[in-house]
């Protein structure tokens, strides 16, 4: 092992967990509760990953990450419950509107999916702020793992400054990332092949604040799908209390990648022109125009999910285990890949393999 890394706290009979999102903090907490010594690494300097809130005023929050869980999505569900964090059902009152490439608004009647039925009072970060309070203790902020070596019996798993020791290690990170972490030896050939050949997705998510959600009053729901402008698919975001009044939405595609370089003052310009030509001029002045621009964070680089290029036909490649290392996060679930459910329930299952070959008791 090189000088630098030689300070090593091994975390006996345990679990080194790298990435902590929803996925590595639900295998991280399962792990424990099976009996198991666990640390967890992440890269970054908060918890939450691709989940996050940001205060909106009026005591409210708004997320500017993942949101949305559907009736079916009974992982998310099941956590959200144990942990406490209550749920509404998502604002889709009134018409939604279509904006036409020739500038022709129709109004449709609205419905909903099965992905966006409901939101978390709160927020969906409430959900990762749980875990990590279960975690105390056991997390390791600012730690990118660079380096995952087999040796003997155990993994040793290296950051800039540190060598931790373990049994087993879980890596529930996006699989670009997964590809830039060293294996040594070269385990998970196979696995490490396919992650290279994923990409994220960019998208810039908005939050535009208004004192009152005032499109309600005029009978609509709020969403828009456009087949012009920038912003082109909104939805209303406004807390459970009913104020202040959100519309949210995305740039994708070219757009976000044209205006993902551009300076605040022309995003925020583009949004809001795009909002007045769809809602009229009460949505010209808005109380605060918050944006993230995903593709910017270090250590997400996309949106919600990062996808697999073409030709790559071996989705269970995805979550085989190699020796001694275990894959989680959203990218390698069974089903709901991408979204938070996906999370949760695959850091369930590797938390589960893991508990069952080191003989601890699997939930
Ligand atoms: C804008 C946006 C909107 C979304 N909307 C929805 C929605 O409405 N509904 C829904 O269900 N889902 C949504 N999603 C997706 C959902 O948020 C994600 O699928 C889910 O949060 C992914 O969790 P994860 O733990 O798998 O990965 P992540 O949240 O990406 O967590 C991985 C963690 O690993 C860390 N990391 C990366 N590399 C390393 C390394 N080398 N060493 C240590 N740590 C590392 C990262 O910093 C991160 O904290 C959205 C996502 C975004 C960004």
Redesign the pocket.
């Known amino acids: 092992m090189p000088e630098r890394f030689s300070t090593s706290a091994p975390v006996d009979g345990g679990v080194v967990v790298?990435?902590?999102?929803?996925?590595?903090?639900?295998a991280a907490r399962e792990l424990i509760r099976a009996g198991l010594s666990v640390v967890v690494?992440?890269?970054?300097d908060?918890?939450?990953?691709?989940?996050?809130g940001v205060p909106i005023g009026e005591g409210e929050t708004v997320?500017?990450?993942?949101?949305?869980?559907?009736p079916d999505?009974d992982s998310?569900l099941a956590l959200a419950d144990e942990l406490g964090v209550g749920r509404y059902p998502a604002h889709m009152v009134g018409d939604h509107m279509h904006y036409t490439a020739n500038g022709s608004i129709m109004r449709i009647v609205g419905g909903r999916d099965r992905?966006?039925t409901y939101r978390f009072l709160g927020g969906?970060q409430r959900i990762?702020e749980g875990l990590a309070g279960e975690l105390a203790g056991s997390i390791r902020l600012n730690?990118?793992?660079?380096r995952i070596i087999r040796s003997g019996d155990e993994v040793i798993a290296q950051?800039d400054t540190a060598a931790i020791r373990a049994r087993r290690a879980l890596?529930?990170?996006?699989p670009p990332?997964?590809a830039?972490?060293e294996f040594i030896p070269d385990v998970v050939r196979e696995r490490a092949a396919l992650a290279v050949r994923s990409h994220s997705t960019t998208?810039i998510?908005a939050n535009i604040v208004y004192a009152r959600p005032f499109w309600r009053a005029n009978g609509l729901s709020g969403c828009v799908l456009s087949e012009q402008g920038q912003f082109r698919n909104i939805w209303d975001n406004t807390p459970a209390s009913g104020r202040p009044g959100v519309l949210a939405g995305?740039i994708t595609g070219d757009a976000a990648a044209a205006l993902d370089d551009a300076g605040d003052a022309q995003l925020r310009r583009v949004i809001v022109d795009d909002l007045v030509r769809y809602f009229g001029e009460d949505a010209a002045r808005p109380r605060e125009v918050l944006f993230?621009r995903?593709r910017q964070?270090?250590?997400?680089q996309?949106?919600?999910?990062s996808l697999a290029h073409l030709g790559v036909t071996h989705p269970r490649t995805i979550r085989r285990p190699g020796r001694l290392v275990h894959w989680?996060?959203?990218?390698?679930?069974e089903c709901?890949?991408?979204?938070?459910?996906?999370?949760?329930s695959?850091?369930s299952r590797a938390a589960r393999e893991i508990a069952l070959v080191l003989g601890a008791t699997a939930r």
């Open positions: 790298v990435g902590a999102g929803l996925s590595g903090m639900t690494l992440e890269a970054d908060r918890i939450g990953g691709r989940v996050r997320e500017i990450g993942g949101q949305y869980v559907g999505q998310i992905a966006s969906a990762a730690s990118p793992v660079r950051t890596v529930a990170i996006p990332f997964a830039e972490i998208q998510k995305f993230h995903w964070e270090p250590w997400i996309g949106c919600s999910g989680a996060g959203t990218e390698t679930a709901w890949q991408g979204h938070m459910d996906g999370a949760v695959a850091g």
